[in-house]
């Protein structure tokens, strides 16, 4: 077993990148009470945090696509949909938001 030495945030950068987000996007916000309620936050935060966010080396793609799109270069990109409104769907009560096109019944 190999064991990371203590306070050396280099030795485990992904991990203390993942921690750093979850902390400036979420727990910067909120005040949970006890660990019931902050287990549920994060829940929810992961969540958005995988299939709702951005992440900067997909391009504007998101790690669990929820939406169709088209690949090109190996990277997802949306294609445009005519006359279909977005959408705001509030994430954590309105902390984030998730943006999505209206499904139209055709005419």
Not at 26 to 48: T, Y
Request: hydrophobic letters at 35%; glycine letters at 8%; one cysteine or more.
């Amino acid at each position: 077993m190999l064991t990371t030495p203590l306070q050396s945030p280099k030795a485990n950068a992904f991990c203390e990148r993942l921690v750093g987000t979850m902390r400036r996007e979420c727990l910067d916000f909120v005040i949970p009470l006890n660990e019931q309620p902050l287990r549920q936050i994060l829940r929810e935060w992961v969540q958005h945090y995988n299939s709702g966010r951005p992440h900067s080396s997909l391009g504007p793609g998101i790690p669990v696509e929820a939406h169709k799109g088209t690949v090109q270069n190996g990277r997802t990109r949306q294609t445009m949909r005519e006359k279909a409104p977005v959408i705001a769907r509030p994430v954590l009560g309105g902390l984030h938001h998730e943006y999505v096109w209206e499904e139209v019944a055709a005419a």
